[in-house]
C-alpha cells in the first residue's frame, strides 16, 4: 500500500509497549482504546496494527486484496471517489485509492486491515514513538511515498460489511480525575480552580501530552519542582506558570513537577477525542466510582465487540463499490 499523501499526522500503532517504561520507553499506542477494538473487531483481525489519523487523513494506493475498516464517531471517506462508510468493513482491490479526508466528529480514527500490516515489532510492539524514532515505519509518522506491505491471508468473505453504529458519549468535555501524587501541594483553592473553570487545550499540545489553557492559574504551595518520579498515564502535572499539562501516550517515563490530578481511564479516553482549541472541565471523582466506571465501560465495548464477532449488523451496500461502478459501465 502506497502513501499518496499522508494526512496531518498518520501513524502506526497498537495497544503499545509495555513493561519497558523501567528501560526509559514510553508506552506510546493507540490513544483511544475503544475505537482501536471496535476497528480489529471489524475486520476481524483483533489487536492487530492499525494506522492512527488525526484530525484529516491520509490518501492511500491499495496494493493488494483486503478489508479494510476506518473507525471513528464520523468522517469522510473515500474510495476510488465514491463516498463510503465509517465502522463498516469494506472490500478494496489493487489499484483502489483510499482517501481518509476529513474527521468531523472526535480528533481521532483507526484504519484496520484484515490482512495485517508486515511491521517487525520493537520490544512487543509495532507502536511508532515519534520522539526516540522507533516503531512504526521508521519510526515517524507517514509521509509520501512510504509503501507498506501485508502478511498473505485468505480473505474471509464473511467479514465484509460487518458494521457497528457509534454514539459520541454526551460527557465527552467532561474528564473524571482522581486525587495526583503531589495533591497536598497545592492549595485548597487550586483543588477548587481545576474543576471550576473551563480549560482550552492549547495549539501546543500533541500524543505527548495537551497543554492547557485557563484563566485562573494553579498555585503551589512551595514550588512546582520534585524530585524525578515516574510518571501515570493521565497525570496532571503543573509547572511554575500554574497552568496544567495532561501527559499521554508519548509522554516521557520520569519527570520532576508536582502533579494535582491523574485522569481516570475514561478521562483519558475522551481527552483522546479532543482537538487543540476544543474545551474541557475537570470533574473530581474518587477511586471507587473511577473503578466502577471503567467495568461499565469495558463491560458496553465487550457487548459492542460481540455483537460484532455475531454479525449483528451488516452493511452490504458499499462492500464492493468497484465492480458496482463496472456492472454500471456494462449496464451502459
Known amino acids: ?175 473524571p480525575i482522581v486525587k495526583g501524587l503531589q495533591y497536598e501541594q497545592f492549595t485548597n483553592n487550586a483543588h477548587e480552580i481545576l474543576v471550576n473553570q473551563t480549560y482550552e487545550i492549547s495549539g501546543n499540545s500533541d500524543r505527548m501530552g495537551y497543554r492547557l489553557l485557563g484563566e485562573e492559574k494553579l498555585t503551589h504551595i512551595h514550588d512546582a519542582d520534585i524530585i524525578s518520579e515516574p510518571i501515570a498515564p493521565g497525570s496532571v502535572q503543573v509547572p511554575n506558570n500554574g497552568q496544567p499539562i495532561i501527559l499521554l501516550n508519548d509522554r516521557q517515563t520520569i519527570g520532576g513537577y508536582t502533579k494535582i490530578a491523574t485522569l481516570t481511564y475514561i478521562g483519558r479516553e475522551r481527552v483522546a477525542l479532543l482537538k487543540p482549541n476544543d474545551t474541557l472541565r475537570f470533574k473530581w471523582i474518587t477511586i471507587e466510582e473511577a473503578m466502577e466506571a471503567y467495568k461499565t465501560y469495558i463491560s458496553e465495548l465487550k457487548s459492542s465487540l460481540i455483537s460484532i464477532r455475531q454479525k449483528k449488523f451488516k452493511d452490504l451496500h458499499y462492500t464492493r463499490p468497484k465492480s458496482k461502478q463496472i456492472a454500471k459501465l456494462i449496464k451502459g
Open 1 to 175: 500500500m502506497k502513501c499518496i499523501k499522508p494526512g496531518l499526522f498518520t501513524t502506526i500503532q497498537d495497544l503499545g509497549r509495555f513493561k519497558h517504561e523501567k528501560d526509559g520507553f514510553s508506552v506510546a499506542g493507540v490513544m483511544n482504546q475503544y475505537l482501536y477494538k471496535i476497528a480489529t473487531t471489524l475486520v476481524e483481525n483483533e489487536n492487530s496494527p492499525v494506522l492512527e489519523v488525526t484530525l484529516n487523513g491520509p490518501s492511500l494506493k491499495i496494493n493488494t486484496s483486503n478489508i479494510i475498516a476506518f473507525v471513528a464517531y464520523d468522517a469522510q471517506i473515500l474510495l476510488d471517489n465514491v463516498e463510503i462508510p465509517t465502522n463498516t468493513a469494506i472490500y478494496v482491490e489493487r489499484g483502489q485509492i483510499l482517501q481518509i479526508k476529513q474527521i468531523t466528529k472526535g480528533a481521532r480514527g483507526y484504519l484496520a486491515f484484515h490482512k495485517q500490516m508486515e511491521i517487525e515489532p520493537i520490544l512487543g510492539s509495532v507502536s511508532t514513538h515519534t520522539r526516540s524514532g522507533i516503531g512504526g515505519y521508521t519510526g515517524k509518522p507517514m509521509k509520501s511515498n512510504d509503501t507498506l506491505c501485508f502478511k498473505d491471508r485468505f480473505i474471509n468473505q464473511d467479514v465484509i460489511g460487518n458494521s457497528i453504529n457509534l454514539n459520541l458519549d454526551n460527557y465527552q468535555n467532561v474528564i
